[in-house]
């Protein structure tokens, strides 16, 4: 077969359609047609609708992953926030506590001190007030330590009270500081005497179930004693002014095989107190006034 008879055609298989140039002619001019058609005449419109309505769902799980970290980020920079804000709250209603405590306190002390420049005014000895500093740390005996001494002429056996009665007495005198025995110590007895009936007695201080307490001594089972009894001092030892609250008879014991009652009565002063008044003993007091200025 001679070369010239054989067809030179390409198959359909490997036709080549119209020119790129022409296709990307058409395609830009068929583009630009659609575009000014939809702008004119919103054909597309519904279509989009539709399409938009289709994928909604696939949006939504697309979007779930980040919402879901955003949620866990945003809760734990909540809780983050809510207990530091627990913190600030706990530590501010722990200041007013604080506060609250030390307003109670100084409304306390105030009234204490009110009552001490009251008394101190209707005393007829000459007085002055201190501040207990602290108890001294010694189980066998009772004594506080204020802080006057030398310097103010604090004079050893000055009786010291509160508002509430006898306190104790000064049985140490230092230049700043003076040690006081308070009247539950049991080596300290002061002169007392029943307001109701005018009896005399002497009381040392004890301890009854814990609590310090005074004793009276050497009353007699048959003496007339009751419970609830005022006891003040006598003022024969020369040394507590007569007057002053010391005690209210609290517990009676009798037995008829013994010839003494058992009596204990309830401090009146404040043991724990932080003001007191320290009076000048009765004998210095009366030398004072026998001797001209």
Excluded: C
Excluded at 32 to 56: C, M, W, Y
Excluded at 80 to 95: D, G, P
Excluded at 165 to 172: I, L
């Amino acid at each position: 077969m001679a070369l010239d008879s054989l067809d030179r055609t390409p198959p359909p298989f490997f036709r080549v359609g119209f020119a790129p140039l022409t296709k990307l002619i058409f395609f830009s001019a068929l583009s630009l047609l659609l575009v000014f058609s939809d702008k004119q005449l919103q054909f597309t419109k519904p279509l989009r609708a539709g399409l938009s309505t289709l994928i909604l769902p696939v949006q939504w799980l697309v979007l779930q992953p980040g919402e879901a970290l955003s949620a866990v980020g945003a809760y734990f920079q909540n809780l983050e926030q809510a207990q530091k804000n627990l913190k600030a709250a706990e530590l501010k209603v722990l200041q007013q506590s604080v506060r609250s405590q030390q307003v109670e306190q100084l409304q306390i002390e105030n009234q204490n001190l009110r009552q001490l420049m009251g008394l101190h005014s209707n005393l007829a000895v000459a007085s002055q007030t201190a501040e207990v500093l602290f108890d001294v740390p010694d189980p066998y005996n009772q004594r506080i330590v204020i802080d006057r001494g030398q310097l103010k002429n604090v004079q050893l056996g000055s009786p010291v009270i509160d508002a509430g009665g006898v306190v104790g007495q000064v049985t140490r005198v230092y230049l700043l500081t003076s040690e006081v025995t308070l009247l539950t110590d049991r080596a300290q007895s002061i002169p007392v005497l029943n307001s109701r009936t005018g009896a005399r007695s002497i009381t040392s201080g004890d301890v009854l179930a814990g609590l310090p307490m005074i004793e009276l001594k050497f009353v007699p089972a048959s003496a007339d004693v009751e419970v609830g009894d005022l006891l003040t001092t006598s003022g024969i030892d020369g040394v507590y002014p007569p007057g002053l609250q010391v005690a209210r008879i609290s517990q009676i014991e009798r037995r008829v095989d013994i010839s003494f009652a058992r009596i204990h009565a309830s401090p009146l002063a404040e043991l724990k107190g932080r003001h007191v008044l320290i009076l000048q003993p009765s004998t210095a007091s009366n030398a004072n006034k026998g001797n001209p200025p």
